[in-house]
């Protein structure tokens, strides 16, 4: 494995602002808010600030804060950040990001984990497709195959701990389901919906609010996955060549449930909305970011027999403004030992409550026999 630097050139970010102000704004609905997507009025703002106070060079400084590689796995080049826990029994723990954030979704995260006696060497990748890794798509029980490499191989654990939502959260259900001799315990923040196919008389009750709310999840928001997963490719050239067109998709379905006024809140913050984007950018991995879910849409499709339950322990936490789903749907996928409903925070609870979530891994894994 070789270190590895965020340095991109100045060209880069010239032609970025370039673009910015050229953008062909579309007009928008007179008085729609949000309601038919992402709002002009508020992305010309963004858009000011983009070019004319955000600092890519201050940002990219963090991104270097810590030490990060490139290592070679199964033919695939993947990007992680390392950071070596201070406790003499730091437990190894894989981090896992989802779309459409990246390894920055865990950036807080890395001084509260590695610090004291109970703390964490902190393994945090890039799914192949998404910020540095090699731009191809995969799908996420593949990814969960690389990860095991990562950690067994690679860095020599012979047994680990994983936390992921999003598609994070797939990665780390494969990595319980097909490495329980080496995977330790789990950690999720969702656990998946259901797709309809589910037999009315095995659910509970509140299992079927949760299937009737997904419903109209899917309808109201859940669009830009079934794009997502049918026709990538068409609309990967706009994002891939439109700095604002990535934004406006980026923020109209990363949001995560915030009220429009909460929306940069929910990424951490304008700078952290805007260096989540900027990864995207630089790296020009949009197109395969979304390219994954067409390869989960295809294994499933093609008849991917389901991931089998296992005993590893698994931890969850219900953050408000995600999906509230029972504990007796997450029982049907892991091996629950503790389920706890949060007070504050949603998809990105890592950008948005860092230490309220530090907090819940640490007492997670540490609670552990």
């Not at 990246?102 to 799914?127: A, C, M, N």
């Not at 659910?203 to 949760?210: A, G, L, Q, R």
């Not at 008849?303 to 509230?324: C, D, M």
Request: hydrophobic residues 40%; negative net charge.
């Amino acid at each position: 494995m070789n270190p590895f630097t965020v340095n991109i050139s100045e060209t880069v970010i010239s032609d970025l602002k370039n673009r910015i102000q050229n953008t062909r704004w579309p007009g928008e609905q007179e008085g729609s808010g949000w309601n038919f997507g992402t709002s002009e009025s508020y992305l010309k703002e963004l858009a000011n600030y983009w070019t004319n106070e955000y600092d890519w060079r201050k940002q990219e400084k963090q991104l270097n804060q810590y030490p990060q590689y490139l290592t070679e796995i199964d033919g695939i080049q993947i990007h992680f950040q390392y950071i070596k826990g201070k406790g003499k029994n730091a437990k190894p723990l894989v981090l896992t990001h989802g779309w459409p954030d990246s390894y920055y979704r865990f950036h807080k995260l890395i001084p509260l984990l590695t610090e004291g006696e109970q703390s964490f060497d902190l393994v945090i990748p890039s799914i192949p497709g998404f910020g540095f890794s090699a731009k191809v798509a995969i799908n996420s029980e593949a990814v969960a195959d690389l990860w095991k490499k990562l950690m067994t191989e690679t860095l020599n654990y012979s047994k680990f701990c994983a936390a992921g939502g999003d598609i994070g959260m797939g990665v780390t259900k494969a990595l319980a389901s097909k490495y329980p001799d080496v995977v330790e315990a789990v950690h999720f923040t969702d656990i998946g919906y259901p797709m309809g196919q589910e037999d009315p008389n095995s659910m509970s009750e509140d299992e079927k609010k949760f299937a009737q709310f997904v419903q109209h999840w899917w309808y109201s928001e859940g669009a830009y996955a079934m794009v997502h997963a049918t026709k990538p490719q068409s609309l990967a050239y706009g994002l891939n060549d439109s700095p604002i067109g990535l934004a406006a998709w980026i923020v109209s379905f990363g949001n995560a449930g915030a009220p429009p006024e909460l929306i940069e809140t929910a990424f951490g913050g304008k700078d952290e909305m805007l260096t989540n984007i900027m990864i995207y950018w630089v790296s020009q991995t949009i197109a395969t970011s979304v390219r994954m879910y067409k390869m989960e849409a295809m294994a499933q499709w093609g008849g991917s027999p389901p991931l089998q339950k296992t005993n590893v322990p698994a931890g969850i936490a219900v953050f408000p403004r995600e999906a509230q789903f029972p504990k007796e749907w997450a029982e049907r996928f892991v091996n629950v030992t503790r389920f706890k409903k949060m007070e504050a925070g949603g998809h990105f609870a890592a950008l948005e409550v860092p230490q309220v979530f530090s907090d819940e891994l640490r007492s997670f894994f540490y609670s552990l026999a």
